[in-house]
């Protein structure tokens, strides 16, 4: 598994598709999916390159009371233009 990971072509391949080539190269064991995803949560690049969030910290909060803006008039967005 470290050979097909870290080998001459840096695959770098998560859990999932490491597992299938292992399996592609003749091997195969009861746990190797769960033992691949370890292995590659242990590498340094894939803390590095891993999947961020583009979520905020915190939860969005909508605005309720649109009586505010209906009272006096403002129009935030201008006037459209005709289609």
């Known amino acids: 598994m470290q050979e097909i990971h870290d080998g001459d072509c840096w695959n770098h391949a998560r859990g999932r598709s490491l597992a299938h080539k ?3 190269q003749g091997y195969y064991w009861p ?3 769960d033992n691949a995803k370890e292995y590659v949560k242990r590498c340094p690049q894939y803390h590095k390159f891993a999947p961020s ?5 915190k939860d969005l909060h909508t605005l309720r009371s649109l009586g505010l803006f209906m009272q006096r008039g403002l129009d935030v ?3 459209l233009p005709c289609a």
């Open 77 to 79: 967005v201008g006037p």
């Open 53 to 57: 969030s583009n979520r905020p910290n």
């Open 22 to 24: 292992v399996m592609n």
């Open 31 to 33: 746990k190797m999916f």
